[in-house]
């Protein structure tokens, strides 16, 4: 089925450096949503994005929904060790029932 | 505190045999979710329940089985029939089909011997 490209696929940063990652399909989403997945664990929801354009903050978090609505966006501003892990964009195609899910970008900060 | 609870963490199975992933949720959703996730990939359907006694296929349904008797649980078999089962398991809730904000369980890693 349709998946979402998601860049990079790996990231490797110095702690307090900032991060960026995004999101592409060629189909439109009207929901963008952002998961970090903690290794071993299940993934946890960070950010929704509803609106095209919407700009939303969550701590050092902010995540941007495109305003082609194919695209979505997020920063990490100064890293620090715990946010290790693989960072999943996602978007309902169909509807719930039809959640895509991008391949990840694992990220590794070091101290 | 509510959450999903899959059991066990890890499961190793010998070929030719059929083992049953647990998931649970006292969270009184009405929706839920079996997905699977291979090293590099983003996760992939297997199974989904809006409601009690009813479950659809999803995009990687072959080899697997699902039951959906009581609001709270939604258990997975991984048939002998599944070619390639070693992956990591991951089992979500939603309060209702349209609720985006998927809970996900903590997962189950199962490994073919």
């Known amino acids: 089925g349709q998946q979402l490209n998601q860049s990079p696929q790996s990231m490797f940063i110095q702690e307090g450096e900032d991060v960026s990652m995004n999101c592409t399909s060629s189909s439109i989403f009207n929901t963008w949503l952002w998961y970090k997945q903690d290794p071993g664990e299940g993934p946890v929801l960070l950010i929704a994005l509803y609106k095209a354009g919407e700009l939303t903050s969550n701590g050092r978090l902010t995540a941007q929904f495109g305003i082609t609505r194919k695209d979505s966006f997020l920063n990490i501003s100064a890293s620090i060790p715990s946010d290790v892990g693989i960072y999943f964009c996602a978007g309902p195609l169909r509807g719930n029932n039809d959640m895509r899910f991008g391949a990840g970008t694992r990220l590794t900060v070091k101290p | 505190d509510g959450g999903i609870t899959q059991s066990p963490k890890y499961l190793f199975r010998k070929e030719g045999q059929n083992v049953t992933l647990s998931c649970e949720q006292n969270?009184?959703?009405?929706?839920m979710y079996w997905y699977r996730q291979d090293p590099g990939q983003g996760l992939r359907l297997i199974y989904y329940s809006q409601i009690v006694n009813d479950f659809q296929k999803g995009d990687i349904a072959e080899g697997y089985s699902v039951s959906r008797e009581k609001k709270e649980s939604f258990p997975l078999t991984v048939t002998s029939a599944q070619k390639n089962p070693t992956a990591f398991y991951l089992c979500?809730?939603?309060?209702?089909?349209?609720?985006?904000?998927?809970?996900f369980g903590s997962g189950t890693r199962l490994t073919v011997v």
């Open positions: 979500a809730s939603t309060e209702r089909s349209w609720d985006y904000g998927y809970t």
């Open positions: 969270l009184n959703h009405d929706a």
